[in-house]
């Protein structure tokens, strides 16, 4: 594992500190995308993000200044990663109250996603190790873990470098974990991670830090 410092260079702030760097319009295009998502529970495609930067007055460019802003990547016609949403299906099920289930991409992108969107809900998970099923709820502010001793692993590979995309050295390395012993397990299997273990509140307020701003409001 890695001291804080090394991990805080590309976490704290997160998506929320890069959008609030977005011209306006390109700003309002992002939380166009992150409202498509919440509103289908699927992955908006490229001819939707087309026209909507078309309303919005923005170039043919916009998608590249998205995606250069590491803020929203396109696939194969599709938005596949719109943090904290993916557009293809990830180990993180988010099932907010009144709206389809998506798939988040990581452990912290799933527990912001309450938080962005003032609903309560359920996340699914597993264990990487092993498999071990995981859930997280929230009702009216109060967080439930099963198992109780359940904690997030928020990781970075170090062996990516810096030119690497969020999607790529982080998403796939910061996961949940049934207890603080699967997780050291998972990271002495796993020696190529800047790693550290987030407690439970510790891992619901880096979500909700990251991620509760992001379509207009103050965090829940």
């Known amino acids: 594992m890695t001291g804080t410092g090394d991990l805080d260079r590309f976490t704290n702030g997160g998506i929320a500190s890069r959008?609030?760097?977005?011209?306006?319009?390109?700003?309002?295009?992002h939380r166009a995308v992150l409202r498509r998502f919440l509103a289908t529970g699927a992955a908006p495609t490229a001819r939707w993000l087309k026209q909507a930067a078309a309303d919005l007055g923005l170039g043919p460019d916009a998608a590249?200044?998205?995606?250069?802003?590491?803020?929203?990547h396109l696939g194969n016609g599709l938005v596949t990663v719109a943090y904290p949403f993916s557009g293809t299906p990830t180990p993180h099920r988010v099932?907010?109250?009144?709206?389809?289930?998506?798939?988040?991409?990581?452990a912290i992108d799933a527990l912001g996603l309450p938080a962005m969107t003032g609903r309560d809900g359920r996340?699914?998970?597993?264990?990487p190790l092993d498999g071990q099923p995981i859930e997280v709820t929230v009702r009216n502010g109060a967080w439930t873990w099963t198992p109780g001793s359940a904690v997030v692993i928020i990781a970075r590979a170090a062996d990516c470098g810096?030119?690497?995309?969020s999607w790529e050295s982080m998403c796939p390395n910061t996961t949940f974990h049934a207890s603080r012993d699967t997780a050291r397990?998972?990271?002495?299997s796993h020696g190529n991670l800047d790693a550290q273990i987030l407690d439970q509140?510790?891992?619901?307020e880096r979500g909700r830090y990251n991620f509760g701003s992001l379509l207009g409001g103050a965090p829940r």
């Open 19 to 29: 959008q609030d760097r977005l011209a306006g319009p390109l700003r309002d295009l």
């Open 64 to 72: 590249g200044q998205l995606a250069a802003a590491d803020a929203v």
């Open 95 to 106: 099932e907010l109250d009144d709206t389809p289930a998506v798939y988040a991409m990581c």
């Open 123 to 127: 996340i699914i998970s597993a264990d």
């Open 162 to 165: 810096t030119e690497c995309g």
């Open 185 to 188: 397990a998972y990271l002495t």
């Open 201 to 204: 509140n510790t891992a619901i």
